[in-house]
């Protein structure tokens, strides 16, 4: 990767992705773009206003950087998507086929995101293999399977250079998550650190969570490996950590004895959230590009707690 665009760069992942391929191919060579303005983004490199929905405008600025790698972050998460299922698909399909489109003619190598989420049906829960039959019960999820199927498509049928993972719930904190089942286990710890109750709204449910270093380094390392050693392309598992509500509270209270936590179940995000993996089999992100976890949950909630800290909330 030399010229490098993220496309959706002001969401969750798009806002520390861009810092961190800044830090390591240099500031002016990642082009973030959004379609809202940021002053933050274009604080050290450059950043241009882009409706991933626009194939015109994504294309002249395709050729405009001499671009040679996109990262397609633009998605409407799984429970906002249930909210409006032909908004989510107009969103994720659109910017999924722009992105598929401008690779292809630009000769780009191109990563987007799948998740967790493009899973549903009757699977094995535990220990979910790489390759079974996905059956999402979500839009979300169809969108992911869909974005898998094509990006393989422009792979085999057009030699495009498309690369994926089936990303956990990512916790962070630098922007919140917005609309996702997994967004909880990223709230709770501004709830701890605010000294606030914290209401969950779902119970008894693993799900796989990440944590954003672990995530950024992933993508990074995907995007560089040896596309010889890649029998899978879209998407691969990866893991690090799988918990329940009450396992991710009680290390908080490890920590914040006095924190407390209720439940109100949001009856979409529970469904969701049981029609999901409990724990991803990652063998194969392992064996053929050498994805290795480096975070667990312990570790998480140590650094989670000092960085919420230290934003000085009220
Ligand atoms: C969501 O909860 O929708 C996302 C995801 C797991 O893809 N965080």
């Not at 535990?126 to 094509?150: A, S």
Request: glycine share 8%; proline share 5%.
């Amino acid at each position: 990767m030399k010229k490098i665009l993220i496309v959706g760069a002001g969401g969750q992942i798009g806002s520390e992705l861009v810092t961190y391929l800044r830090g390591i191919y240099g500031g002016a060579n990642v082009i973030a773009a959004d379609l809202k303005p940021s002053e933050k983004l274009a604080a050290d490199g450059p950043f241009e206003q882009l409706d991933a929905l626009d194939s015109e405008r994504y294309a002249l600025l395709v050729h405009k950087y001499g671009v040679d790698a996109i990262f397609n972050l633009v998605a409407l998460l799984s429970a906002t998507g249930e909210k409006n299922p032909t908004l989510a698909w107009k969103i994720n399909i659109g910017a999924l086929t722009n992105s598929l489109e401008v690779a292809r003619q630009y000769n780009c190598s191109l990563f987007t995101p799948s998740s967790i989420g493009a899973f549903g049906g009757d699977f094995p829960r535990d220990n979910t293999p790489q390759d079974v039959v996905m059956q999402p019960d979500t839009v979300y999820g169809v969108c992911k399977v869909t974005g898998e199927l094509l990006s393989n498509y422009y792979h085999t049928r057009f030699g495009v250079d498309t690369r994926s993972v089936r990303f956990p719930g990512i916790i962070s904190n630098v922007t919140l998550p917005g609309g996702g089942t997994t967004d909880y286990a990223v709230e709770i710890y501004y709830s701890a650190v605010k000294g606030e109750r914290f209401v969950c709204p779902v119970r008894d449910v693993y799900m796989d969570m990440m944590y954003m270093p672990d995530a950024l380094r992933a993508m990074v390392e995907l995007m560089e490996a040896d596309p010889v050693k890649l029998r899978h392309r879209n998407s691969f598992n990866i893991a690090s950590m799988s918990f329940t509500p009450d396992m991710i509270y009680e290390e908080i209270r490890k920590r914040i004895p006095e924190f407390e936590m209720v439940y109100n179940i949001d009856l979409v995000k529970q469904s969701i959230a049981e029609s999901w993996p409990n724990k991803l089999d990652d063998t194969c992100a392992r064996e053929e590009w050498g994805w290795k976890p480096q975070w667990d949950l312990s570790s998480m909630t140590d650094d989670m707690l000092r960085a919420v800290r230290a934003k000085n909330l009220a």
